[in-house]
T-cell receptor
Framework: SQQGEEDPQALSIQEGENATMNCSYK?????LQWYRQNSGRGLVHLIL?????REKHSGRLRVTLDTSKKSSSLLITASRAADTASYFC??????????FGGGTRVLVKP | AAGVIQSPRHLIKEKRETATLKCYPI?????VYWYQQGPGQDPQFLIS???????DKGSIPDRFSAQQFSDYHSELNMSSLELGDSALYFC????????????????FGPGTRLTVT
């Protein structure tokens, strides 16, 4: 099964609302990263949180990491229609590869 | 700022043909990664290179091979193509994580959409 799994799989909200999505993983990690992907397009890096960090902010994004529970959350505040995309978490353990979760499809309705 | 460049952006091949995808990393990034994303799936790591040497290997079929050249660009060669190879192929680059601190993010290219008919 996948290293990272996301919850929920899909999320529909109104513009201005907050969107929260969660990611769980199975093994020890060096860092966890969140990416955004617009339909069928490239992956855009949003934020990286290291294993020794618990919370990180970047603009309207807030990421938490709980290594004891092997989980992370991504909060998008004051969502905009342009935030409509799929959001993936990806973990980096030993080695170079990123292991991606299943992704959360977010629809922000104007 | 310069980004990762991938070519071609779209490629249509028939079964049993071969395909070559190219990736040009961000300047001064010496590590290149290849990922495959099937329709409706999450990206899966294929292979990575650091300083022209393979540094990590994932679920890359034996029909696929890759290399990194002296100018750090990389090519993914795919032979005996199958219908199931239809996917988005992403290349990413980063500086080398020599100390293993896991602090470097990977920057992804726009992807090559391969369609096998």
């Amino acid at each position: 099964s996948q290293q990272g799994e996301e919850d929920p799989q899909a999320l529909s909200i109104q513009e201005g609302e907050n969107a929260t999505m969660n990611c769980s993983y199975k093994t020890s990690i060096n860092n966890l990263q969140w990416y955004r992907q617009n339909s069928g397009r490239g992956l855009v890096h949003l934020i990286l949180i290291r294993s020794n960090e618990r919370e990180k902010h970047s603009g309207r994004l807030r990421v938490t990491l709980d290594t004891s529970k092997k989980s992370s959350s991504l909060l998008i505040t004051a969502s905009r229609a342009a935030d409509t995309a799929s959001y993936f978490c990806a973990t980096k353990a030993a080695g170079n590869k990123l292991t991606f979760g299943g992704g959360t499809r977010v629809l922000v309705k104007p | 700022a310069a980004g990762v460049i991938q070519s071609p952006r779209h490629l249509i091949k028939e079964k049993r043909e071969t395909a070559t995808l190219k990736c040009y990393p961000i300047p001064r990034h010496d590590t290149v990664y290849w990922y495959q994303q099937g329709p409706g799936q999450d990206p899966q790591f294929l292979i990575s290179f650091y300083e022209k040497m393979q540094s990590d290997k994932g679920s890359i079929p034996d029909r696929f091979s890759a290399q990194q050249f002296s100018d750090y660009h990389s090519e993914l060669n795919m032979s005996s193509l199958e219908l199931g190879d239809s996917a988005l192929y992403f290349c990413a680059s980063s500086p080398a994580d020599l100390r293993g601190g896991g602090t470097y993010e990977q920057y992804f290219g726009p992807g090559t959409r391969l369609t096998v008919t």
